[in-house]
């Protein structure tokens, strides 16, 4: 066999080996189990190589068939993939491949943001590039009222919790503009945000900014944090209805992974 | 016939993939190249074109930017994915929660999976000094109190077909006393109802575990108090800990067909799991 042979035999073998780990890093969710049409919708591949992955995997004991044979489970032997010494992932490093799948989509700044008391605080994001855009600083704090992501943390908390945070909070001056918040108008927004499963925000003035927040869900339906993403209005309302599909299950997968922990104010339970 | 070769070296660069994943799990720092070969006798080529196969899919990323490498996010969430398979992980969430908040201690819920006890659920105690158990451990069943306290109340038949599968598969995993000292370690146990571990950093204090049995009396699980919770040579449990046994057997026999383990269908004898034998507090015996 001449190199450049072995150089194609080599490179056909790790494109399998690599089609292998992708069809078992599906299973890594919340999900019940997957049967081959399934997977291969979900990963782009024919069926003959879904098939071919899963015989693997099988094989090597990371996934066992269903006992009615047709679907497949994680197996057993994924209790050998483990390493005391290495710690669980966290909330940001569970987000990170999702800011940045979110970022590629829209080509618009992302943040994650989780809830500290009273304020959203920023532990992740991208900034784009492109000419206006939000500030995405890891570490500082904004009230719940005046973004989306904060809003969104709002919303999906009880109405008693809601009504004390205003009266805490009021007046809610809102950023830049030194205009009043009304409790009415949070509370309007909020119903809207509960309705849709996630915040549309437009935020008007010179440079009108469109803001979209989603919720991410712990394995309780807690709130972990919130990612959102968010532009000059003019730039991203041209292409976010057409995004909002991708977007909408680029968060749904990364839901079904942070589904799988309790958020961190569970302190007491092992993570 | 090709197309049969074909396939068996694609299963061959699969398994050096996983062999050498395998190994980073089994390591204690992270690991380079050469150290990977060495220690699998597997050409620096195969393992390099194995580790950045493993790195581009997430499954283990480099080291602080050295060229080592540590398990990666995909390999615990695919753990996290397997338990949340037990329903026995969801619904003994509150008990848990409860009883650590009760005692004070870290408890732990081990399920059985054939021949071995699995960690799937546990809380941390309120005090400032606690044992950091982590989910997924996996032990044979003669290997600490919470294991051993599901094999003390096995048939002697299956204790029997269980004796058979450690010698042949972990035959340097056996009991140091042998399995006759075993035994009758087992049936101190039974008589109990409980197990008990002595803590070396705890003097004259134990951590405790019960069995979790059934609507038929087969064990399926253990709860395990971490703490020092039981002067050594006491016989009394804490009455939190047995109410939190008894509604675990309770919410078990009402939806027997629920709590039965996903791997239900596979023969003990099938489930083959190999992890490293514990490092943890708990270093073996049943007391």
């Given at each position: 066999?001449?190199?450049?042979?072995?150089?194609?035999?080599?490179?056909?073998?790790?494109?399998?080996?690599?089609?292998?780990?992708?069809?078992?890093?599906?299973?890594?969710?919340?999900?019940?189990?997957?049967?081959?049409?399934e997977?291969?919708n979900?990963l782009?591949?024919?069926?003959?190589?879904?098939?071919?992955?899963?015989?693997?995997?099988?094989?090597?004991?990371?996934?066992?068939?269903d006992?009615?044979?047709?679907?497949?489970?994680?197996?057993?032997?994924?209790?050998?993939?483990?390493?005391?010494?290495?710690?669980?992932?966290?909330?940001?490093?569970?987000?990170?491949?999702?800011?940045?799948?979110?970022?590629?989509?829209?080509?618009?700044?992302?943040?994650?943001?989780?809830?500290?008391?009273?304020?959203?605080?920023?532990?992740?994001g991208?900034?784009?590039?492109?000419?206006?855009?939000?500030?995405?600083?890891?570490?500082?704090?904004?009230?719940?009222?005046?973004?989306?992501?904060?809003?969104?943390?709002?919303?999906f908390?009880?109405d008693e919790?809601?009504?004390?945070?205003?009266?805490?909070?009021?007046?809610?001056?809102?950023?830049?503009?030194?205009?009043?918040?009304?409790?009415?108008?949070?509370?309007?927004q909020?119903?809207?945000?509960?309705?849709?499963?996630?915040?549309?925000?437009?935020?008007?003035?010179?440079?009108?900014?469109?803001?979209?927040?989603?919720?991410?869900?712990?394995?309780?339906?807690?709130?972990?944090?919130?990612?959102?993403?968010?532009?000059?209005?003019?730039?991203?309302?041209?292409?976010?209805?057409?995004l909002?599909?991708?977007?909408?299950?680029?968060?749904?997968?990364?839901?079904?992974?942070?589904?799988l922990?309790?958020?961190?104010?569970?302190?007491?339970?092992?993570? | 016939?090709?197309?049969?070769?074909?396939?068996?070296?694609?299963?061959?660069?699969?398994?050096?993939?996983?062999?050498v994943?395998?190994?980073?799990?089994?390591?204690?720092?992270?690991?380079?190249?050469?150290?990977?070969?060495?220690q699998?006798?597997?050409?620096?080529?195969?393992?390099?074109?194995?580790?950045?196969?493993l790195?581009?899919?997430?499954?283990?990323?480099?080291?602080?930017?050295?060229?080592?490498?540590?398990?990666?996010?995909?390999?615990?969430?695919?753990?996290?994915?397997?338990?949340?398979?037990?329903e026995?992980?969801?619904?003994?969430?509150?008990?848990m929660?409860?009883?650590?908040?009760?005692?004070?201690?870290?408890?732990?819920?081990?399920?059985?999976?054939?021949?071995?006890?699995?960690?799937?659920?546990?809380?941390?105690?309120?005090?400032?000094?606690y044992?950091?158990?982590?989910?997924?451990e996996?032990?044979?069943?003669?290997?600490?109190?919470?294991?051993?306290?599901?094999?003390?109340?096995?048939?002697?038949?299956?204790?029997?077909?269980?004796?058979r599968?450690?010698?042949?598969?972990?035959?340097?995993?056996?009991?140091?006393?042998?399995?006759?000292?075993?035994?009758?370690?087992l049936?101190l146990?039974?008589?109990?109802?409980?197990?008990?571990?002595?803590?070396?950093?705890?003097?004259?204090?134990d951590?405790?575990a019960?069995?979790?049995?059934?609507?038929?009396?087969h064990p399926?699980?253990?709860?395990?108090?971490?703490?020092?919770?039981?002067?050594?040579?006491?016989?009394?449990?804490?009455?939190?800990?047995?109410?939190?046994?008894?509604?675990?057997?309770?919410?078990?026999?009402?939806?027997?067909?629920?709590?039965?383990?996903?791997?239900?269908?596979?023969?003990?004898?099938?489930?083959?799991?190999?992890?490293?034998?514990?490092?943890?507090?708990?270093?073996?015996?049943?007391?």
């Amino acid at each position: 066999m001449n190199s450049a042979t072995e150089e194609t035999g080599d490179r056909r073998q790790n494109k399998a080996t690599a089609r292998i780990l992708a069809v078992l890093s599906v299973f890594a969710s919340d999900a019940a189990g997957y049967g081959v049409t399934e997977l291969s919708n979900q990963l782009g591949m024919t069926k003959n190589m879904v098939y071919r992955a899963l015989t693997t995997l099988v094989d090597q004991g990371y996934l066992v068939r269903d006992p009615t044979g047709q679907r497949y489970q994680l197996g057993f032997r994924v209790l050998e993939l483990q390493n005391e010494n290495t710690s669980e992932p966290d909330f940001r490093e569970l987000c990170s491949p999702y800011v940045d799948k979110v970022f590629q989509l829209t080509g618009e700044s992302v943040s994650l943001m989780v809830r500290a008391g009273d304020y959203a605080v920023f532990i992740d994001g991208v900034e784009t590039r492109r000419p206006g855009t939000y500030r995405t600083q890891i570490g500082a704090l904004r009230p719940l009222y005046a973004n989306a992501s904060g809003r969104v943390m709002l919303a999906f908390s009880s109405d008693e919790e809601i009504d004390e945070y205003i009266l805490r909070n009021s007046p809610m001056t809102l950023p830049a503009s030194d205009r009043e918040l009304a409790p009415g108008a949070l509370w309007t927004q909020l119903h809207e945000i509960r309705q849709l499963g996630y915040a549309r925000m437009l935020r008007p003035g010179a440079l009108p900014m469109l803001a979209i927040a989603f919720p991410i869900w712990d394995m309780d339906r807690r709130l972990h944090g919130v990612l959102s993403t968010g532009g000059p209005n003019e730039r991203l309302a041209v292409e976010i209805d057409h995004l909002m599909p991708k977007l909408l299950a680029t968060i749904d997968e990364l839901c079904h992974r942070t589904q799988l922990y309790a958020a961190d104010t569970q302190q007491w339970e092992m993570l | 016939m090709q197309a049969r070769s074909a396939r068996a070296v694609i299963n061959s660069s699969a398994s050096h993939v996983f062999d050498v994943l395998r190994f980073i799990c089994t390591w204690p720092v992270p690991l380079g190249v050469t150290e990977i070969s060495r220690q699998l006798k597997l050409p620096a080529s195969t393992v390099y074109r194995a580790l950045i196969t493993l790195e581009e899919a997430d499954y283990i990323r480099r080291y602080r930017n050295t060229p080592r490498f540590e398990l990666a996010p995909t390999p615990h969430l695919l753990n996290r994915a397997l338990f949340s398979r037990f329903e026995l992980h969801h619904a003994s969430r509150p008990l848990m929660r409860s009883l650590a908040q009760a005692t004070g201690e870290t408890v732990s819920l081990w399920a059985r999976l054939g021949w071995f006890a699995l960690r799937i659920g546990g809380a941390f105690g309120s005090r400032d000094v606690y044992h950091r158990a982590r989910l997924g451990e996996t032990r044979l069943l003669h290997e600490g109190a919470a294991a051993s306290v599901i094999l003390a109340e096995l048939s002697e038949a299956d204790l029997a077909s269980y004796r058979r599968f450690v010698d042949k598969h972990f035959p340097e995993r056996r009991p140091d006393a042998g399995w006759d000292a075993q035994a009758q370690d087992l049936r101190l146990v039974r008589t109990r109802g409980f197990a008990t571990i002595p803590l070396p950093m705890a003097p004259g204090f134990d951590a405790v575990a019960i069995p979790i049995r059934n609507e038929s009396g087969h064990p399926v699980a253990s709860i395990m108090l971490d703490g020092p919770v039981l002067r050594s040579g006491e016989a009394e449990l804490d009455p939190c800990a047995l109410q939190a046994r008894d509604d675990l057997e309770v919410m078990i026999a009402l939806d027997p067909a629920a709590f039965l383990s996903p791997f239900a269908h596979i023969p003990a004898d099938g489930l083959l799991i190999r992890t490293p034998s514990t490092s943890d507090t708990e270093t073996g015996g049943s007391g």
